[in-house]
């Protein structure tokens, strides 16, 4: 029987080690790599073609979510299992969007980990108690004809800064509208560019514009 291969995606280094000494003595798992940033994942993920994911949502450059979206656009066979302290909803529908096909928190035990890679193996969902609960609520509830909020990882004002931006706006111009300074809009730029992974303004407009930004007033 082929060994489960497994690629661990986070940036705190004691859980890192930890998770991999469980699954490294686990029956049939073979830990193929690791990885410290999103941009990390992605680069291990196309290298060594692993199994199932272990990924982290808060990482230093890119994060989780979209590291995790762009893994699962290239490679879908990949199962992503998110491991994370979050357990907010955006965090939890945004790595759902983003092709994630499991959900645990950090807390969890180690066999509960493991079981749930093997479980997305065999191409099923996991989610954690707390989180399947809030899963099954938010579905059976009028909550699901709520708008999503694009981009859960910018902060509101980070989302009105790109939704002004979509709509063609220079910097002075977005300062003048929001009445901010010039140097404030360009460190909500920056940031922007940062937490998206966006290599200019044109990126950023048709990622936004894809997202349902720029033609009316931005979701909070």
């Known amino acids: 029987m082929t060994a489960l291969r497994v690629?661990?995606?986070?940036?705190?280094?004691?859980?890192?080690r930890g998770l991999?000494?469980?699954?490294?003595?686990?029956?049939?798992?073979?830990?193929?790599?690791?990885?410290?940033?999103?941009?990390?994942?992605?680069?291990?993920?196309?290298?060594?073609?692993?199994?199932?994911?272990a990924m982290d949502l808060h990482m230093?450059?890119?994060?989780?979510?979209?590291?995790?979206?762009?893994?699962?656009?290239?490679?879908?066979?990949?199962?992503?299992l998110v491991v994370t302290m979050l357990d907010d909803d955006d965090s939890v529908f945004a790595a759902m969007r983003a092709g994630a096909r499991g959900y645990l928190l950090k807390d969890a035990d180690p066999e509960q980990i493991l079981d749930a890679m093997r479980s997305l193996s065999r191409g099923e969902v996991v989610f954690g108690p707390s989180?399947?609960?809030?899963?099954?609520?938010?579905?059976?509830?009028?909550?699901?004809?709520?708008?999503?909020?694009?981009?859960?990882?910018?902060?509101?004002?980070?989302?009105?800064?790109?939704?002004?931006?979509?709509?063609?706006?220079?910097?002075?111009a977005i300062a003048r509208r929001l009445f901010l300074?010039?140097?404030t809009v360009r460190n909500h730029v920056s940031n922007i560019f940062s937490k998206l992974q966006l290599a200019d303004r044109a990126e950023a407009i048709v990622r936004a514009r894809e997202a349902g930004l720029g033609s009316e007033l931005p979701r909070r």
Not at 7 to 16: E, S, T
Request: charged fraction near 25%; glycine fraction near 8%.
């Open 60 to 80: 230093p450059g890119l994060n989780g979510v979209e590291a995790t979206r762009r893994i699962v656009a290239e490679s879908p066979h990949m199962a992503v």
């Open 131 to 172: 989180i399947a609960g809030r899963v099954l609520a938010y579905f059976a509830s009028p909550r699901l004809l709520r708008p999503v909020v694009p981009f859960p990882e910018l902060t509101e004002r980070e989302r009105e800064v790109l939704h002004l931006i979509a709509q063609g706006r220079s910097n002075d």
């Open 181 to 183: 300074s010039g140097k």
């Open 20 to 53: 991999h000494a469980v699954l490294a003595g686990a029956d049939g798992v073979e830990v193929v790599g690791e990885a410290s940033t999103g941009e990390e994942a992605i680069a291990a993920a196309a290298e060594l073609h692993p199994d199932v994911i």
């Open 7 to 16: 690629l661990i995606a986070d940036d705190h280094p004691v859980f890192r």
